[in-house]
């Protein structure tokens, strides 16, 4: 699955960001990645930490991307919307 955003900004917002960006689009698909890989790094620590901590586990990817499946993988794995959701009071 891609998922397709797209960004709605003034015309004057647009003219502040020309003004010191050489390409808006390619800022905003580069602050993307960056956020990706950000929140990657911190999907691939919590899925080590968790999967070292299940008795159960005999074995763990190699990689991050192996990690992070694994985690996403387990019955118990809640996104951020329910984890928040968990913690909210009632």
């Not at 899925?47 to 019955?75: H, Q, V, Y």
Request: glycine share 2%.
């Amino acid at each position: 699955m891609a998922l397709t955003i797209t960004v709605n900004i003034s015309d004057l917002d647009e003219k502040i960001l020309i003004n010191d960006l050489l390409d808006i689009d390619d800022w905003v698909q580069q602050a993307v990645v960056g956020k990706i890989n950000n929140c990657k790094k911190r999907a691939a620590n919590s899925a080590a930490a968790i999967l070292k901590a299940d008795a159960s586990i005999e074995s763990m990817p190699a990689t991050d991307d192996g990690l992070i499946a694994a985690l996403f993988d387990r019955a118990d794995y809640k996104n951020r919307a329910e984890r928040d959701a968990e913690e909210a009071p009632a």
